[in-house]
């Protein structure tokens, strides 16, 4: 299934498109069925309060990234560090028109090129070019590691446009090398479905998760609906309904 494809059904699933379709159904039964459309518009309302809410909306990464710990300073051992992408930043006018790390991405250089200083192993960068741009995203992360953070990169794992195809492409290119066992690099809310994705392929994992959600303290802004809320819960969402699907697909693959 394309990129495109993919990203246009999960459409449907996410707030807040999800959220407004309920409320549009509610307005067509408005009449046929006023009740079932009350609950339904009322339904919608709150759940998109809850969705925009960064308290819950937090609370809702939080229930991810518990699943995952971050590195102590005295990592355990592994052979080589992989680092996902997150994303371009298309035409940056500043970079005289040309394709760049996303905001996202450039999170995950930062602590991959820091683990790199740390451990001095060899890394690989994944992500492909699903928006069918000309630089992939691999390409992209590894210009930005060797220019701007000084960090070497061995392997560009370029021709991925997900986490699944991430897991496996990379394992292909990691075992010429005869190496299984992994540093693994990216948000701590992506890390329980991309670890236990890279598992399945064969990966021997260290999580090395970055990017936590925090907050300095809880006020009463914290219950005031945001945009960046929404944000959050299109993430929170969206990794639920990954995990789900990958374990779907792995459990039909092995009856």
Known sequence: MSWFITNFIAAFLLPPLNLLLISALSLLLWHRRP?????????????????STPFFAEGGLHLLERQTAALGELPPSADAIVILGGGSYINAPE????DTVSEATLVRLRYGATLQRKTGKPILVTGGAPLGNSLS??????????????????WTEDSSDNTLENARY???ALQKAGIRK????????????????????GFEVVEAPTAF???????????????EALRDSKIFVHELIGLAWYRLRSSISNT
């Open 182 to 201: 992994i540093y693994l690099v990216t948000h701590a809310w992506h890390m329980p479905r991309s670890a236990e994705t890279f598992r399945r392929v």
């Open 95 to 98: 970079y005289a028109g040309q």
């Open 213 to 227: 959600t925090t907050r300095h303290r809880l006020d009463m802004l914290a219950f005031l609906p945001r945009a």
């Open 137 to 154: 995203e691999a390409q992209q992360m590894r210009s930005a590691l060797e220019q701007d953070f000084q960090a070497p990169v061995r």
């Open 35 to 51: 009740i079932l459309a009350r609950w339904l518009l009322a339904a919608s309302l709150a759940l998109l309060w809850i969705a």
């Open 170 to 172: 990379s394992f292909q």
